[in-house]
């Protein structure tokens, strides 16, 4: 499908989400709140913490697979948790290919609910605890812990058509990306500031091996923005040519388990791992943030701002109240 056909669906998606409501969920996070299981599940968020240390402890790698976990839930169909959900037709958001091909931290959800539901029985939402894990793993590799509004209730609905037309791919451009996030109610500084989690975690060579390494374009050669230095360490490790290559690279080789501000400093020195995180010099505003962030002497900055961009992303299209429902186990079968 032609770039200009789906920018238009895109925009289009937009329009209409921005004047219709969607029924069962709210708006800008209404019905959501700090310490929102106060009362009802008060040890909730320590108990996630808790499992979370573990987890992290037993496979260091996990800490980020659940932060990518949050993403892939949030941005299709608002953070619901449907992304926990499984169907049998294989037509859900987790088959949805290759979007949800290696995504991880399953399990460690089920693990943690099954922590809650013998604290608090059917309390505590599948879609609450992904994104409480999700901040949890920032902090757990030495990222600001923030405060998390909690609330949301379960969604019951798993397309992968959703995750497909809902998630930016690895190359897109800066007009693509700012074009997602848009249609999100996300703004460019959600944009550049949640790109920053590639600071933690790895990435499979088919990923960005052909886009940055082999083809750009279609052309048949190296990404001409690639820094000429970092390239040649990337083609060791991925082989041309093969498209389901899984060999896993470090998004950010400065120091790939540290919460940090070394991902802009290699944006910025041209040596982000995806055509996407090289796009983020493409725009004003994205350039310039990434500019200030690589030579920021401290990340106070940067961990208020990605604060608050988890918030706003955690808002989206939320269900609420009496709408959706609280599962005993996340990973039900959808059909």
Same mark, same amino acid.
């Given at each position: 499908?032609?770039?200009?056909?789906?920018?238009?669906?895109?925009?289009?998606?937009?329009?209409?989400?921005?004047?219709?409501?969607?029924?069962?969920?709210?708006?800008? /996070?209404?019905?959501? #709140?700090?310490?929102?299981?106060?009362?009802?599940?008060?040890?909730?968020?320590?108990?996630?913490?808790?499992?979370?240390?573990?987890?992290?402890?037993?496979?260091?790698?996990?800490?980020?697979?659940?932060?990518?976990?949050?993403?892939?839930?949030?941005?299709?169909?608002?953070?619901?948790?449907?992304?926990?959900?499984?169907? &049998?037709?294989?037509?859900?958001?987790?088959?949805?290919?290759?979007?949800?091909?290696?995504?991880?931290?399953?399990?460690?959800?089920?693990?943690?609910?099954? =922590?809650?539901?013998?604290?608090?029985?059917?309390?505590?939402?599948?879609?609450?605890?992904?994104?409480?894990?999700?901040?949890?793993?920032? %902090?757990?590799?030495?990222?600001?812990?923030?405060?998390?509004?909690?609330?949301?209730?379960?969604?019951?609905?798993?397309?992968?058509?959703?995750?497909?037309?809902?998630? #930016?791919?690895?190359?897109?451009?800066?007009?693509?990306? =700012?074009? %997602?996030?848009?249609?999100?109610?996300?703004? +460019?500084?959600?944009?550049?500031?949640?790109?920053?989690?590639?600071?933690? /975690?790895?990435?499979?060579?088919?990923?960005?091996?052909?886009?940055?390494?082999?083809?750009?374009?279609?052309?048949?050669?190296?990404?001409?923005?690639?820094?000429?230095?970092?390239?040649?360490?990337?083609?060791?490790?991925?082989?041309?040519? &093969?498209?389901?290559?899984?060999? &896993?690279?470090?998004?950010?080789?400065?120091?790939?388990?540290?919460?940090?501000?070394?991902?802009?400093?290699? $944006?910025?020195?041209?040596? /982000?791992?995806?055509?996407?995180?090289?796009?983020?010099?493409?725009? =004003? +505003?994205?350039?310039?943030?990434? #500019?200030?962030?690589?030579?920021?002497?401290?990340?106070?900055?940067?961990?208020?701002?990605?604060?608050?961009?988890?918030?706003?992303?955690?808002?989206?299209?939320?269900?609420?109240?009496?709408?959706?429902?609280?599962?005993?186990?996340?990973?039900?079968? $959808?059909?």
């Amino acid at each position: 499908m032609a770039l200009d056909v789906i920018l238009v669906r895109l925009l289009v998606v937009a329009a209409v989400a921005s004047v219709l409501p969607v029924p069962g969920r709210a708006d800008a /996070g209404a019905g959501l #709140a700090v310490g929102f299981y106060n009362k009802t599940c008060p040890r909730a968020e320590e108990l996630v913490l808790e499992e979370m240390r573990d987890i992290v402890h037993g496979d260091p790698t996990l800490g980020p697979a659940l932060l990518r976990l949050l993403f892939h839930d949030c941005f299709v169909r608002g953070c619901d948790g449907s992304i926990m959900l499984k169907s &049998k037709s294989k037509t859900g958001e987790r088959d949805a290919m290759p979007m949800s091909a290696s995504l991880r931290g399953f399990d460690e959800v089920e693990r943690i609910k099954a =922590k809650l539901e013998d604290a608090c029985p059917l309390t505590v939402s599948c879609a609450d605890i992904i994104i409480m894990a999700a901040r949890d793993a920032v %902090y757990l590799t030495n990222g600001p812990r923030f405060p998390v509004e909690t609330g949301r209730r379960d969604g019951k609905v798993s397309l992968s058509i959703d995750a497909e037309n809902d998630l #930016a791919p690895p190359n897109a451009n800066i007009v693509d990306l =700012k074009t %997602y996030f848009s249609v999100k109610n996300l703004s +460019w500084k959600d944009l550049v500031v949640l790109s920053g989690s590639h600071t933690i /975690g790895r990435a499979q060579c088919m990923a960005f091996a052909a886009d940055r390494l082999y083809n750009n374009s279609g052309k048949g050669v190296q990404d001409p923005t690639l820094d000429k230095e970092y390239a040649p360490g990337l083609r060791e490790l991925c082989e041309p040519g &093969k498209k389901k290559d899984e060999t &896993k690279v470090f998004m950010d080789p400065e120091s790939p388990n540290g919460f940090d501000l070394s991902y802009y400093k290699s $944006v910025y020195g041209n040596r /982000g791992l995806f055509v996407s995180d090289q796009a983020l010099l493409d725009d =004003k +505003w994205t350039r310039h943030y990434v #500019a200030r962030m690589a030579v920021a002497e401290s990340t106070e900055e940067y961990f208020k701002d990605y604060a608050a961009a988890m918030i706003n992303m955690g808002r989206m299209e939320v269900i609420t109240g009496g709408n959706g429902e609280i599962r005993k186990f996340c990973s039900a079968y $959808v059909d």
